[in-house]
């Protein structure tokens, strides 16, 4: 049971981020530096948490957030001239939730390994069939895109990032989250305790891409140009899931506190270490999952609940798996 | 009035005939026990009527409406229940999580997470004798508490017919004689009950009807006075 106390810690918490994320533009010139290496962050932010929707409470492990992010990209860059900005990025996460939904409800029967090998061969798949169409019916290889604004991006991925927060949390707290949860634990026994197994999948791996898909929509607009390798680089499926283990995915906080921590590092690896930063970068990882394994969310669940006592003390590294 | 009518079942797993032309019916408001030598189909008769897998030929009726084909979600939200041989609790989430999905996904469909979904909730928990460890984690509980986690858990979904796969299986005399008394208090409260037991005190004393299942065939039904004299009964539980 929380105290009164702390029942209000994330609400004010949140705020906090909420002022601190729309203020940012006026402590730093709107242009500048921390502008996109802030949208940078909240973009992997974006992603960690989407992907920990579905594959957090389930043990899907998905690599297919790349072909979710991308299908936003180009929806955004054939849209974009003709679509005001919104419609634009809303387009671009329902084609992704309609993909996902579609793919999710044929091939979520795959468990384990198979599953995660079919959403790494996805992403191959769509960017292959972008490329050739590209080639075969367009004639040209990629296209040019109506850049934006860096601040109009920013803003784009703000609001993103407090609409996934609000969708992890509501999704979290209601029966489907809880349908959710037992799905990761035995199908069999959701089923027959009256659960549509493979459409509350389906559903959820729909919504996690959706917003994958608003994100590719609104980053598109970083760039000038994009292509199929830049827009399906596999780089936006390893990383949000690695993020996700890095953070956890018990507490919305931890994917957030992941992606964050994570993107900063990479950030100042390839600016100070441009040559050993692939070594470092591995070398962290590693000690990570040996001295975490449950990542920073468990050294800070540990820490939160220590001198407390009882069982939940040592519960918790068994509770997360 | 039959609750559930199963006729000419078969299913075959390759060569092997786990069920084959099995005929039987339940009355609502009976318990009935199944029984049978390890491999006799009891279960693969539960999967079957649940929907789990699907007969190679057959009917099975469940108030008089066919259910074959259906998928298992939609069997457990038409009133049956079942818990299965190898306890499946969902052992993460805690004791009242595990009740609350059979409140919110059952027969009753309830669609938010409310005071009356948990007051529900907590009633069946007291019901089953768990409504003291109601907060507890599902993994941390002795096996006869998770057995009776799950046959809450089934009991939430409101259901008409409780499939019970050897729910004494592995348990003290002392827990034996209590979960005897908890069938019995199930069937009170509305519930018709089929039994897959291995106990025989258990299933002598409490049930009305007993069906025995030998190599996928029914060799015999009864009461269990009839049933411990039947000639083929002694012959393949004891041998000529």
Known sequence: MKSTG??????????????????????????????????????????????????????????????????GVYASAILSESLPLPLVILIGGLAS?????????????????????????LVELVRNLVHWWEVNITGTVGRLVVSEEPI?????????????????????????????????????????????????????????AFFMGLTGATMCMRWSYIDPTTAFS???????????????????????LGATIFSLLEELLTTKFPYYYMLIFGLTMLIVI???????????????????????????DAEKR | MNILEVEGLNKHFGGLAATSAVDFHVEAGEIVGLIG????????????????????????????????????????????????????????????????????????KGSVISDPARGETEEILDFVGLAGLKEARAMDLILANQKRLEVARALATHPDLL?????????????????????????????????????????????????VLHHGEKIAEGTPQEVVQNRTVIEVYLGE
């Open chain 1, 6 to 71: 702390k029942r209000y810690r994330s609400p004010i918490l949140l705020i906090a981020l909420l002022v601190l994320l729309v203020g940012l533009p006026a402590y730093v010139s709107s242009s500048s530096y921390t502008v996109i290496l802030v949208t940078n962050i909240l973009m992997y932010v974006v992603m960690a948490l989407s992907w920990a929707i579905f594959s957090g409470p389930t043990g899907y492990i998905s690599l297919a957030p790349a072909a979710f992010f991308g299908v």
């Open chain 1, 97 to 121: 939730f309609v993909l996902a939904y579609l793919v999710g409800s044929a091939t979520l029967r795959l468990r384990g390994m198979y599953f995660t090998m079919f959403t790494f061969g």
């Open chain 1, 152 to 208: 109009t991006v920013f803003y784009g991925m703000v609001v993103i990032f407090f609409a996934v927060l609000l969708g992890s949390y509501l999704i979290t707290r209601s029966r489907f989250g809880l349908a959710l949860r037992s799905i990761g634990e035995s199908e069999e026994a959701a089923a027959h305790t009256g659960v549509n197994v493979n459409r509350v999948k389906a559903v959820t791996f729909g919504v996690s």
């Open chain 1, 234 to 256: 596999i780089q936006y499926s390893f990383m949000p899931v690695l993020m996700a283990i890095f953070g956890g995915m018990g507490h919305l906080y931890a994917p957030v």
């Open chain 1, 290 to 316: 040996v001295f975490m394994p449950y990542g920073l969310e468990g050294v800070i669940e540990k820490w939160r609940k220590r001198g407390k006592g009882g069982p939940e003390d040592v519960a918790y």
């Open chain 2, 37 to 108: 030598p390890n491999g006799a189909g009891k279960t693969t008769v539960f999967n079957l009527v649940s929907g789990a897998i699907l007969p190679d030929s057959g009917v099975v009726r469940f108030k008089g409406t066919s259910i074959a084909g259906l998928k298992p979600h939609q069997i457990a939200r038409m009133g049956i229940a079942r818990t299965f041989q190898s306890v499946k609790i969902f052992s993460k989430m805690s004791v009242s999580e595990n009740v609350l999905l059979g409140h919110l996904f059952g027969r009753a």
């Open chain 2, 163 to 211: 499939l019970l796969d050897e729910l004494m299986a592995g348990l003290t005399p002392t827990e034996v004689a209590k979960a005897m008394e908890l069938v019995k208090s199930i069937r009170e409260r509305g519930v018709t009950i089929v039994m897959i037991e291995h106990v025989m005190k258990a299933i002598m004393s409490i049930c009305d009807r007993i069906i």
